[in-house]
């Protein structure tokens, strides 16, 4: 797309997707889509930037109100509406993994900043006590002497208990940090533990690397091929001659899904209807019953089946009718040719 | 009317005789100009049918989209010429008559249908390991773009002039992400089921 829509544009192209555009303006934006690529590009990404807000919940009650017009319509909305809620909720999942391992590797480093060692030692402490109190009775005068004199013996004596007590103190502390010597193991001991772990987790990841590696090299073979994988047909009613007028469904690898629209003549409506699906040899491949009359539209069944069923034979499909009472009437019978 | 869209091939293929393919392919040329294929203009256009009824609110756009390539394609098989200055005009043409059968039909038969209730495909156990595979695989800056994005209560306008867009380029590089995430998804898909079936 190139240039940026004009706010005009833009509001033309919301007018549009909510369906409030006249007739008239309704025709010209289609015919300006379908001949404009860029016009139409304009329009998927104003869409989608709409179930955007819608899956967000950012929309006002009249907004929310004709974006599910719009978005619960058809199929083809619905799964782009799916699309972005599966989106959301896998960023999410994300978002919560990458959260939970960062609050784990938080929780480690905070175990490891409560362990404090002692930093100076009380007898140092001591000593120093001592020295300063002896300086300061050297300073007084000597009509103190005697009084002096006790208080030195009385403060000797006090610090002699001290001394003891600091001594008791210290082997104390000594224990401590024994102790917490031995919690600074035992955590370094679960660090490389989980180191250890973490390169195991490593190695995993390196083979899930490769595996993506591989995925990618598959990729970009598969982004060479059709991305859709679904084969339609659409079958009208036949007079049953193998060979001639039989549809040939070609199916290649791609196809996963095999699609089948078959016209139901419109002469005599029943309320249910019975399909059986087999090859002209006689094998059953499928089948389904009561299937209510609402299924058909514009006159057509339509089935998805997987393709898996359907290898390379002719095949005949038998629509029955089922009336009120039970009664059931061959409606139609198709034939088609799968060709791989 | 005898169609079959297979994957691989264009609806030329389904052509009759040489010149009615050669038509076609001029069509599809002057519908899709800027087309590498054929089978790209194909695929092209068919979007954009598609898209059309689904914004008329038709319950199974792929249905009237291929409802009209057949009538287009019928056309052209019965010698019917088409201009190639506006050749959109005559395929909307077609397009609006299949829409009018289909609300005719509708309602004769007087049924609203619940989109809820009609068939869809089926959901591929895969998906969630895919989603996983295909978000590690995108840069780290546009994963982290996604989530802010997507998961923080951030004003939108607010989000693109930090990243120093317009509201309009930040739509679209939220939609081509968006994009490219869904192509490897629906690989991813058909690759894992491969590999399990």
């Known amino acids: 797309m190139s240039g940026e829509p004009i706010q005009e544009t833009e509001e033309l192209i919301n007018r549009f997707l909510s369906g409030q555009l006249s007739e008239e303006e309704r025709n010209a934006v289609e015919e300006h889509f379908l001949a404009d690529d860029d016009y139409f590009t304009q329009l998927l990404v104003m869409e989608d930037s709409l179930v955007d807000d819608y899956v967000l919940g950012r929309l006002t009650d009249e907004e929310r109100k004709n974006a599910d017009l719009l978005f619960r319509s058809s199929l083809v909305e619905k799964r782009e509406v799916k699309f972005t809620e599966d989106l959301v909720a896998s960023l999410r999942r994300a978002r919560d993994t990458k959260e939970e391992r960062q609050r784990r590797k938080k929780k480690r480093t905070l175990d490891d900043g409560e362990i404090v060692v002692p930093k100076t030692s009380p007898w140092l402490q001591s000593q120093v006590s001592l020295n300063l109190i002896a300086r300061g009775l050297r300073g007084l005068p000597k009509a103190f002497s005697a009084t002096a004199g006790l208080i030195l013996l009385l403060l000797v004596a006090g610090s002699i208990y001290f001394v003891f007590q600091n001594r008791r103190q210290t082997k104390e502390l000594l224990a401590q940090r024994a102790v917490l010597e031995r919690n600074v193991q035992e955590v370094r001991e679960k660090l490389s ?117 359907f290898p390379y034979d002719d095949y005949r499909i038998e629509l029955l009718g089922v009336s009120e009472n039970g009664d059931s009437k061959v409606v139609a019978d198709y034939a088609f040719k799968v060709r791989k | 009317m005898a169609l079959t869209f297979v994957p691989g091939y264009s609806c030329a293929d389904l052509m009759k005789t040489q010149s009615d393919s050669a038509a076609f392919d001029t069509l599809l040329q002057a519908l899709e100009p800027e087309a590498s294929s054929p089978h790209e203009s194909f695929r092209r256009f068919r979007a954009r049918l598609v898209r059309l009824f689904a914004w008329k609110h038709c319950e199974d756009p792929e249905d009237l989209a291929d409802e009209t390539i057949s009538r287009l394609v019928k056309n052209i098989q019965s010698g019917q010429e088409i201009s190639q200055d506006r050749p959109y005009r005559y395929v909307r043409a077609i397009a609006r008559n299949v829409f009018r059968e289909y609300l005719r039909a509708k309602e004769k038969s007087g049924i609203e249908t619940d989109v809820d209730e009609l068939p869809d495909l089926p959901a591929p156990e895969e998906t969630e390991d895919c989603w996983t595979l295909c978000l590690a695989q995108l840069s780290p800056d546009k994963r982290e773009f996604l989530e802010k994005y997507f998961l923080d209560s951030i004003d939108r306008e607010q989000f693109a002039r930090e990243k120093g867009l317009t509201i309009n380029a930040l739509r679209l590089t939220v939609f081509r992400y968006k994009a490219a995430l869904r192509l490897c998804i629906e690989n991813c898909i058909m690759r894992l089921s491969k590999v399990r079936n």
């Open chain 1, 193 to 309: 533990r989980e180191i250890q772990d973490s390169s195991e987790l490593g190695k995993r990841l390196d083979l899930e690397n490769k595996m993506r590696t591989q995925a990618e090299e598959a990729l970009a073979l598969l982004r060479n091929r059709e991305p859709r994988s679904i084969a339609s047909v659409v079958l009208l009613p036949t007079i049953f001659e193998r060979g001639g007028g039989s549809k040939i469904v070609s199916l290649n690898a791609n196809a996963t899904f095999l699609r089948l629209l078959l016209e139901v003549p419109s002469t005599t409506p029943y309320p249910t209807y019975n399909v059986l699906i087999k090859t002209f040899g006689g094998r059953q491949v499928w089948s389904r019953d009561s299937i209510p009359a609402s299924q058909i539209k514009q006159n057509k069944l339509s089935f998805v089946l997987s393709a898996s069923f």
